[in-house]
């Protein structure tokens, strides 16, 4: 295990008013928050360290300036933060997102800068000098609504921003038992035992079907067949479906939507079989191209341990390994003993662990072709109803110590292409419940990191549902061409 350690490293002024000076912080804090939102709505997201503050109190604010001690060895001040954030909000820009945490702590390390002119030319590219915006936003239709599909529209809600790049417009779904289903379908929307209330408001509109979701009109289409699903009717066109249904996995099945005219690309929420590529964004994202019409997005689990696997192997190279899944039970399990084509996956999901089988070994070696033949996996699902857990035990090449496997780690999920898709924790007492609704597919534990010379064994949490659809919305993004530029850039 990691030695225990306190993060705070940086020296602050003495605080004798420990009150005032929260209260005082915290005022700045409840100012940040109107600044966030209208820069959010003109499509301008502020992040700290990767962490998108719209939509955040002014408490949550404080916390994530607090949480920067754990990359920086200091907390951020808001009195620090506020008067950086002040000036954005004076520059007209084009949609972009900004890590005020990163650029401030910049300014910190080089106090020979001179903030504003530091601020300006760090922007100067993104200063809007007239109306950018296509005419019309990129349609995206979802193709089922269970866990995957509501949450997806949690995600595609909360991130349309000003709404000038693209909208959901509709989500399809089988033919209704009855009258209240609009009602029953939104309810199961608003309230989620797991990721908890819906942040905003959804009405619902019998008379269009549809529901108005924190203002954006989703149409609620009853289909069975994707080729003759009536998208034109509700104005929809050249779209990019998520099938989250897994009911097609193959170019066959999924090519079934692309024969609709409404439809021009498909994103598969699963394993896609045959030549269809697979992408875990942050490391093989950039196979995608203009031609694709089909892509997949993998699973949970490849999205959560290919990151980790493409880091130890690209600093310290893997010779072999093996791992093993701790994953939450999911809709796949019987509640009760009962028939299951699956072995073992009949019996109470609630009440055992079930060992069961595992395509991650698979799906390494087609993202991360060099690891073919070296990588062993299974998995056990547990009772528990969200969060799983990727132990990995590797040989590699070469002897590590913990401190540099850790260091290693730190470095790539702050300070390089993977911070948008690998979190990490130096938490002393992390369980399963703390990565509810986190939004990275992978979140490194490096308290848990354990070294004996070249046997290395490392754990990553993620959370199966949320952090693997902010991974399909990823990949949704690249395939719309509105990837937002992040600054500062690395």
């Not at 100012?31 to 709505?41: A, H, Q």
């Not at 998208?231 to 609709?260: C, M, P």
């Not at 698979?362 to 528990?384: C, F």
């Amino acid at each position: 295990m990691v030695k225990r350690f306190n993060p705070d490293k940086r020296r602050r002024p003495k605080v004798d008013d420990y009150f005032g000076d929260w209260k005082w912080r915290e005022g700045l804090a409840e100012s940040m928050v109107p600044i966030i939102g209208k820069l959010f709505r003109n499509g301008v997201r502020i992040l700290m360290y990767g962490r998108a503050l719209s939509n955040c109190s002014a408490i949550e604010i404080m916390k994530l300036h607090r949480f920067v001690r754990e990359i920086e060895g200091n907390e951020l001040s808001e009195i620090e933060t506020y008067p950086i954030l002040e000036q954005i909000s004076k520059i007209k820009l084009l949609p972009c997102e900004i890590d005020l945490g990163e650029i401030v702590t910049e300014l910190l390390e080089n106090p020979k800068l001179e903030t504003s002119l530091f601020v300006e030319n760090l922007l100067k590219d993104q200063i809007r000098t007239k109306r950018s915006y296509p005419l019309r936003p990129r349609d995206v239709v979802l193709y089922g609504f269970g866990r995957i599909g509501r949450i997806l529209t949690r995600i595609l809600v909360e991130d349309t921003g000003a709404g000038s790049k693209w909208r959901l417009r509709a989500i399809v779904i089988r033919p209704g038992t009855g009258k209240d289903d609009l009602i029953k379908r939104a309810s199961l929307l608003r309230n989620d035992s797991i990721h908890g209330e819906f942040p905003g408001t959804i009405r619902v509109n019998k008379l269009n079907n549809s529901l108005i979701v924190n203002g954006n009109e989703i149409f609620i289409i009853s289909s069975e067949n994707p080729r003759k699903t009536n998208y034109k009717q509700f104005g929809i066109k050249r779209a990019t479906l998520i099938d989250n249904t897994g009911v097609w996995t193959d170019e066959e099945g999924l090519s079934q939507h692309l024969k609709n005219p409404s439809i021009e690309k498909v994103i598969l929420t699963a394993p896609a079989k045959g030549k269809i590529k697979n992408i875990v964004y942050g490391v093989n994202e950039n196979r995608v191209n203009q031609n694709d019409k089909i892509l997949g997005a993998a699973s949970c689990t490849t999205n959560a341990i290919v990151p980790a696997l493409n880091i130890v192997d690209e600093n310290f190279k893997i010779l072999n390994g093996h791992i093993e899944t701790v994953h939450a039970y999911t809709n796949d399990q019987n509640l009760i003993d009962n028939y299951h084509p699956s072995d073992r996956r009949g019996r109470s999901a609630a009440l055992n662990l079930v060992i069961t089988n595992t395509g991650a070994a698979k799906a390494v070696s087609e993202v991360l072709p060099q690891l073919k033949g070296k990588i062993t996996a299974n998995a056990i699902r547990v009772p528990t109803p969200n969060v799983s857990l990727a132990i990995m035990h590797l040989t590699v090449k070469k002897g590590v110590s913990i401190e540099d496997l850790n260091d290693c780690f730190r470095k790539a999920a702050f300070r390089s292409n993977l911070r948008e898709t690998m979190d990490y924790t130096n938490s002393i007492d992390a369980v399963s419940s703390d990565f509810y609704s986190n939004a990275f597919a992978l979140i490194y534990d490096s308290q848990a990191t354990s070294t004996n010379f070249n046997n290395i064994t490392i754990y990553c949490w993620y959370d199966n549902e949320y952090g693997y659809s902010k991974q399909v919305v990823r990949l949704l993004k690249k395939v719309l061409g509105v990837n937002l530029t992040r600054y500062p850039k690395l």
